[in-house]
């Protein structure tokens, strides 16, 4: 630990990145809702055959 | 209270709990290395059409074995290692709830046995992906499911330990680099087990005759989410490993935390959405979900992959220059310790990976250029060259420095150590070579005779596509001398090794203080350029370019859909 | 290192190294440009999997194929007997997968435009027509339609590429193509 900036504040991004269980929560999120809910919506919105 | 031991070799603390507990899923790894490897020595045999060893039933069966064992079961074991590793140890912490680690690890071992005697029984070789309405006997799908609750209570016990090392301040400031890739990876194992349950559960009920359906492409979407994504923890945990080695042997600084970061960030945001790479040419998904999807986003992932690529060779290149290694664009390189196996494997597994795994990934996951590439051999060709000579092969470099270390012996055959990495790398690098050259040519993947003998109606393969199949079977022959030669150093080590005569101060216990002085307070590779890193780094980017092009070259010259 | 915690406190301010910048900017480019690519194919490609797809019953599917192929076989093919269809230029083409075969054999013109239906009544199946290597996903209870355009002539092989059980090595099909 460098002894210069120590009462810098931590940047926003920084504490993003120092927040295993905020990064847990939006990485879970970001697939759960744009790989797997939009695919099973045109999955079951898939027309039925005439 | 946790007791612990101080690492004669490292200066870290070493809880005892996690001393054990890494030990035994490391081993436990190796073991299932061992068996999911014969399993693929025997399908690579069979595919060999002169040799052509296995009947179909054993061939298909030993096919699912493979899958599951080195693809599910090696990596995730070692993985488990590696997150409590990267936890308690790097941050000098206890580790959180050993005994759910316990649970954590018998429920592993019972789950994974449980599936592979339903594999060996013969009535579930229903592939690694186990599709409906192929059904497979119900504890096929009981044991995984098992696998993954104890898998998930292992990820419990990571982050546990990560939030006991904040609370009672073992370290300060941020988690080291290594540790933070290993949250990437811990939250992509969280992602793919859920998802692993929220479909293997319904489909365990319909193997039990609960239900009465399972849409198979609601299975697909679903199933590779987690199929997928459990390779994706692999790359992150392989990237931690590459970082790693790189500072142990080296005392190399991530050029820069900040970059490196957020390359990890952008896979814990994007990189699972490449499960979309399975169903580019399924029905009723629109185009916009599968480019989307297949692209991690604009292909942000890819450039998180990009940059690790650049930031690993160029923390290496940094680190020599400040040695003195300056003499043009490559002395860095040729002075790297070429004969060291931890520095062989890793070296090679960032080189292979990207060019064999990586370009081909990106491309055969571009929506139009699967059309030419969806279920052939090109497709394991991929991701032999992803997860073997990339995840598997940092994994053996990283466990020749972790071995000796945790368990204090010497290395029972240091001589064929040094030649492993390029043994296993450069055969499995060739096998994974010769299976998307075949699968260029249209030969499918999970296949047990592509002569088609006794077909009613047969296809003639040109003569090159039996060529490179029959090469794949002796490029795999020598990949497989390579792992055996590992898993005997390995075992061989831990039950018979020589005990370490205690070594001088290992570079790597050199205290962080100490570090930040040799450099400028700013930057953690000080302000080092790195030219010959670069120069690599252009070259990669040219032969993806042209590659890339190439296929879509191939592409506009079949025939035309719409 | 990369082991330790970084040495700063505050590392998100430190500046970046200049090739790493020049790295980071030429690969960002170079994702856009491949994820362009496939929108620019679809518009100005002529290799694009349509989106059109049903949800049908197998039976339902079979007994559509069974009509369509009745209405236009020509001939009857090797030792199975099994019938040649041939399709006025720019009509529907049926095709299905069942254990182990894809029915019937099909008869195309060269340079003509085909709507091609394909679904399984079974289990899963991968179409994957050879020497082309054209390779899609067939699913039982899913009718894919898309547009198809030989634009090659001769005997072209279908193979079985998703596993489908132990005969799943002696599914093969046939489509002819006629030169104009």
């Known amino acids: ?50 | 209270m946790a007791e612990f031991r101080t690492c004669p070799d490292t200066g870290f603390k070493i809880d005892l709990n996690a001393d054990k507990l890494i030990k035994w899923n490391a081993v436990t790894a190796v073991v299932f290395l061992l068996v999911g490897g014969l399993f693929g020595l025997l399908v690579a045999l069979t595919r060999w059409p002169a040799v052509h060893l296995l009947d179909a039933d054993l061939f298909y069966l030993a096919l699912t074995a493979h899958g599951l064992d080195v693809l599910l079961v090696w990596m995730i074991f070692f993985e488990i290692a590696l997150l409590y590793f990267t936890s308690a140890i790097l941050l000098n912490s206890r580790l959180a709830l050993p005994k759910v680690g316990w649970l954590a690890y018998w429920m592993m071992l019972v789950g994974a046995a449980i599936t592979n005697v339903a594999v060996l029984r013969g009535d579930s070789s229903v592939m690694f992906t186990s599709y409906p309405p192929m059904m497979a006997a119900q504890d096929f799908y009981m044991g995984i499911l098992i696998f993954a609750v104890g898998a998930l209570l292992g990820c419990l016990v990571f982050f546990a330990t990560l939030y006991v090392a904040k609370k009672e301040k073992t370290y300060e400031g941020s988690v080291p680099l290594v540790t933070f890739g290993a949250i990437t990876a811990a939250i992509i194992a969280v992602f793919t087990i859920l998802s692993g349950a929220i479909i293997l559960l319904p489909t365990w009920f319909w193997s039990l005759g609960l239900l009465s359906h399972i849409d198979t492409l609601m299975y697909r979407v679903i199933w590779w989410g987690m199929g997928h994504s459990s390779q994706q923890i692999n790359v992150a945990a392989q990237i931690s490993c590459w970082y790693a080695v790189a500072a142990i042997l080296f005392n190399a600084k991530p050029l820069s935390e900040k970059v490196s970061r957020t390359a990890f960030l952008l896979y814990i945001l994007f990189l699972q959405l490449a499960s979309a790479h399975h169903l580019l040419v399924d029905p009723a998904l629109s185009s916009e979900w599968k480019i989307f999807n297949t692209s991690y986003a604009l292909y942000l992932a890819v450039l998180g992959s990009m940059i690790h690529g650049l930031t690993v060779p160029g923390a290496v290149e940094a680190a020599q220059r400040k040695k003195g290694y300056n003499k043009g664009l490559f002395e860095w390189l040729t002075k790297c310790p070429w004969s060291n196996p931890v520095f062989a494997g890793t070296a090679l597994s960032v080189v292979l990976f990207g060019f064999l795994g990586g370009i081909s990934g990106v491309m055969m996951g571009t929506e139009q250029l699967n059309l030419i590439t969806h279920n052939t051999i090109y497709v394991p060709g991929h991701f032999h060259g992803t997860v073997v000579v990339g995840s598997t092969l940092a994994f053996m470099a990283i466990s020749y420095w972790i071995v000796p270390t945790l368990w204090q012996k010497e290395l029972v055959f240091p001589g064929l150590a040094k030649w492993q990495p390029y043994l296993f790398g450069i055969g499995m690098g060739l096998a994974a070579t010769f299976m998307m050259g075949a699968g260029t040519l249209g030969v499918p993947r999970r296949h047990w005779d592509m002569t088609f003998a006794d077909a009613a109606m047969g296809y003639d393969f040109p003569a090159a596509a039996n060529l490179m199949m029959g090469l794949n079977g002796v490029a795999a022959v020598m990949g497989s001398l390579g792992a055996l030669i590992f898993i005997l150093n390995m075992v061989g080590t831990i039950l018979w090794g020589k005990a370490k005569v205690p070594a001088p101060a290992a570079p790597a216990e050199e205290a962080p203080a100490a570090v930040a002085s040799a450099a400028t307070s700013h930057g953690s590779a000080g302000t080092m350029e790195v030219p010959g890193t670069f120069v690599l780094a252009l070259i990669f980017l040219v032969s993806f370019v042209l590659y890339y092009f190439v296929n879509w070259k191939y592409l506009s010259s079949v025939w035309g859909l719409s | 290192m990369a082991i330790f915690p970084p040495e700063q406190r505050v590392w998100w301010n430190e500046p970046i190294e200049k090739s790493e910048v020049m790295w980071i900017t030429i690969a960002f480019i170079w994702a856009l440009v491949m994820f362009f690519m496939m929108p620019y194919w679809h518009i100005v490609g002529e290799q694009n999997l349509s989106n059109e797809a049903y949800k049908i019953k197998p039976d339902v599917y079979a007994e559509k194929v069974e009509a369509w192929a009745a209405k236009y076989k020509v001939r009857e093919e090797g030792d199975t007997g099994i019938p040649v269809v041939h399709p006025p230029a720019g009509g529907d083409v049926y095709m299905l997968g069942r254990l182990w075969e894809w029915w019937p054999v099909v008869e195309l013109e060269e340079g003509q435009s085909y709507r091609f239906h394909l679904s399984s009544l079974d289990w899963m199946h991968g179409w994957s027509l050879l020497p082309e290597n054209i390779n899609i996903q067939v699913h039982p209870g899913y009718e894919m339609i898309f547009t198809v355009k030989p634009t090659s002539s001769g005997e072209f092989g279908v193979i079985c590429n998703e596993f489908c059980g132990i005969g799943h090595h002696t599914m093969v099909g046939k489509i002819h193509v006629v030169a104009k």
Do not use: H, R
Not at chain 1, 21 to 48: K, N, Q, R
């Open chain 1, 1 to 50: 630990m460098s002894d210069t900036g120590s009462n810098e504040k931590i940047p926003f991004m920084q504490q993003l990145l120092d927040s295993p269980f905020l990064l847990l929560a939006i990485g879970i999120l970001s697939p759960m809702v744009l790989y797997i809910l939009w695919g099973v919506m045109e999955v079951i919105a898939t027309p039925i055959a005439q």
